[in-house]
């Protein structure tokens, strides 16, 4: 148990059963009254954002979630299989926990899994990644004067969308939180 005065951004708790993480927090003491502490939390699992407000000195559940480094090794059916860089221990990750992230790995990437009692709670990737272009239809000539777009495909499978310039073949920078074009790479 600890305090709201000991909160911070980036920390688990433990509400209800289910864990959240703190992406905001204001201690705020108004002039009348007793000082609160407003935070704003993302559900670890669904993504869901919640506001919610402590009294100072109120006692929160923390969860401790370990983060570490591990490296993508291959798709097993739906699941996914990943090789501790520490203890080169595997432990296979369901598709449902790697959810979109799947779009952007590559065999041999790494990636950071965040655990909590020994199961997975979800996969994060670097901020972009370097991706090649497997198929894109080509853009035409009188297309250039506007800034358009057309969709392109990954060698991941994932389909983005990119300027009518890019060709296929052409490696690009991908943004793996939006999935946006970030530019091409030589």
């Not at 709201?4 to 003491?29: A, P, R, S």
Request: hydrophobic content about 35%.
């Amino acid at each position: 148990m600890a305090s709201t005065t000991d909160i911070k951004n980036g920390q688990v708790l433990k509400i209800e059963g289910q864990l959240w993480t703190i992406i905001d927090f204001q201690h705020v003491k108004p002039g009348k009254g007793g000082a609160f502490v407003r935070t704003k939390m993302r559900n670890v699992i669904t993504g869901r954002v919640l506001e919610k407000t402590y009294n100072a000195g109120a006692k929160i559940e923390t969860a401790t979630v370990d983060r570490r480094d591990y490296q993508y090794l291959y798709q097993d059916g739906e699941d996914f299989v990943f090789m501790d860089l520490s203890d080169y221990d595997q432990i296979t990750v369901a598709g449902a926990t790697v959810g979109d992230a799947a779009g952007y790995m590559l065999e041999s990437q790494n990636a950071t899994i965040a655990m909590h009692e020994g199961s997975p709670l979800y996969v994060e990737l670097p901020p972009s990644v370097v991706l090649e272009i497997t198929y894109t239809e080509p853009g035409l000539q009188g297309d250039r004067s506007s800034a358009g777009t057309k969709p392109a495909t990954l060698e991941t499978g994932k389909e983005i969308q990119v300027p009518l310039f890019v060709e296929q073949n052409t490696k690009v920078k991908v943004d793996t939180r939006t999935g946006d074009y970030l530019g091409r790479v030589s």
